[in-house]
Structures are given as C-alpha cells and as structure tokens.
C-alpha cells in the first residue's frame, strides 16, 4: 500500500554553508500541489520535455521512448501523478508518490522494495533550466518514470530497493558499493539495441549536453557492463562521467545482479577502488575514451 500524504508541500533542497553544500534529507510525502503549478512551472516542463524528446530521438532505447508515450506524458503540462499511476499501476503495479526533495537512503530503499517511486514534487526555476544540482521533477518523472512501465526493469527496481535495506544493513561500504551500481546503471546507462547505442540512465536523459555527450563524444569510455567492476567504480558528480557502462539487455541486468551480494561486499571490502576514467585489462571495451576534458581530481 502506498504511504499516507502527511505534510504540506515544502521545497527542500541543499543548504550552502561554508563548508560547501550539504544535502537536505527530508522524509515527508506530499499529496502533490498541482492546482498550485504556475504558468511558469508548466512552462518550464514544456520547454524542457520538447527539448529534450528532441535530442532522444533515436538516442534513447525504445522501451524509454514508447513508455513515455505509453503513459500520457505530454509537453502539455506537468502531468499528475494520479494520471500518471493509473497506467503504472496497470502496467507493473508501481505507484509514485510525491516528496519535498531527496530522502535518506534506508526511507528510498524502503519505497523502491514496495514498489513505490518518491518524485520530487516541485519543478526547477526558470534560471535553473539548464541546470540544478539536485533531483527535481523533470528529472524524477522525464527522467526515471518511464522505464517503470518495463516489467524486467520494475523487477530491477524493486530488487535494488530490496539490496539497498539489506545493504544498509551491513554498513557503509556495502552501501557504496549498491550506489555505484545505481549511479552506472539506473542513472548513467547505456543500453545496445538492434541500431546501435541508446540511453537508460535518467540523469543522462533528463539532460540535454550528457544526452549527446554519452553517446558521440570521443572523451568518455564506453565499457561493456561488469557488476562487480561497476562497483568498485568511482564516479563524477558535477561533470559529465567519464566512463558509461553498457548492458545488451534490461534482463542481462537483472540476472547479473539477482545473487546475493552478501560475500561480494565482503570481497569487494579488501579491493581498492578504482577511478573514474581508468580501463582495466579485462574490460569489453567498445570505446577508450580520450580523455578530453576531465578534470584530474573529484571523483567520489
Ligand atoms: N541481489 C542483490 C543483493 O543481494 C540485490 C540487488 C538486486 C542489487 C538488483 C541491485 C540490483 O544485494
Ligand atoms: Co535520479
């Protein structure tokens, strides 16, 4: 069952101090305000959905295109969850709800193991429409919804939730070892379909530079997905990435990560962990990246 709306509608996002940025993690749900949008939100989402629907033609996977379409998700203005749920709902059996900003990871594993998807109720400013640092609407709904109309990749969902409490549960290493998988996959990946390369990932597709940037660009790497590889991997948070994995399936991902991770964090705890940008030896390299561009320090 999905969670109570209990608070009114706040928009939460990071507090700059002098020790730089720090993440508000706010756990309430909100019954989402749509009656309040403004012109200028639904503006925003138009400019942004056109823009981007765009650039991903024929750079998106097709499953990512057609689930857009699928549930009703128009430039016309910022759908309704409601709407949006009744063909999730039909469709996998998932259901968003609506929250102020990002939650702390055992509150989102627990939404992701029942099926729930926490959608960042508010929409970026028009100044921020090229970018903002922090998850909001567009990119939680444009971004991450859509593939939650794909059965194997709901399945994949759910399971990482279920990782992720489990995770959480052995400690901190674990728990980065689960988030770099995340990072590469449900928000950085690349999928090979019958043409050629296409986007998964929702931080790629929700942005309009990496959208080109992952697929054309000679700078990045382009290495064949590698669970365990993945997670010792680093990543980049405020820059484009330097590596992007490939899968050749939804399924693929799911079989290489339904065992138990239990001895694989044990393992991986003795491995050192690996930079952004390196290639390894055993990596199914499909692009050695050039390099272009990178800055030498920032992964985390
Ligand atoms: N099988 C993983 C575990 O045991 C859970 C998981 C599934 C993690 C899917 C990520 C993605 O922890
Ligand atoms: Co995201």
């Known amino acids: 069952m999905s969670a109570t709306p209990a608070s009114a509608p706040r928009r ?3 507090l700059h101090t002098d020790k730089g940025k720090v993440p508000v993690y706010a756990t309430g749900l909100v019954e989402q305000p749509w009656d309040g949008y403004s012109a200028d939100d639904h503006a925003t989402w138009a400019t942004l959905f056109a823009r981007q629907r765009e650039v991903l033609v024929g750079r998106a996977c097709d499953e990512f295109l057609q689930a857009q379409d699928a549930m009703g998700m128009t430039p016309d203005r910022i759908p309704r969850f409601s ?7 039909a469709a996998t059996g998932w259901t968003l709800i609506g929250v102020e900003g990002l939650l702390p990871e055992l509150d ?3 939404h992701l193991a029942n099926r729930r998807f926490p959608v960042t109720w508010w929409i970026r400013r028009p100044d921020q429409i090229d970018y903002i640092e922090e998850p909001d609407l567009f990119h939680d709904l444009f971004g991450h919804v859509p593939l939650l109309m794909n059965p194997v990749f709901a399945d994949y969902m759910q399971a990482y939730g279920q990782g992720g409490v489990k995770a959480h549960g052995i400690g ?20 090979r379909q019958h043409d050629g390369l296409r986007i998964y990932g929702a931080g790629i597709v929700s942005s309009a530079g990496e959208s080109v940037h992952a697929l054309e660009s000679a700078a990045p790497n382009r290495i064949g997905f590698d669970g365990e590889r993945i997670m010792r991997t680093r990543y980049r948070i405020d820059t484009y990435q330097k590596t992007y994995f490939v899968i050749d399936s939804f399924q693929q991902l799911m079989d290489a990560t339904a065992p138990d991770f239990t001895p ?37």
């Open 108 to 110: 989102f594993f627990d």
């Open 264 to 300: 694989l964090y044990a393992r991986l705890a003795s491995q050192p962990s690996i930079p952004a940008g390196d290639v390894l030896a055993g990596d199914t390299v499909s692009q050695r990246g050039s390099g272009e561009g990178w800055a030498n320090d920032g992964d985390v």
């Open 12 to 14: 939460v996002e990071n």
């Open 83 to 89: 709407d949006l749920n009744a063909a999730l709902g």
């Open 172 to 191: 901190p290493e674990a728990l980065q070892n689960l988030t770099r998988l995340y990072w590469y996959t449900v928000e950085f990946g690349l999928i």
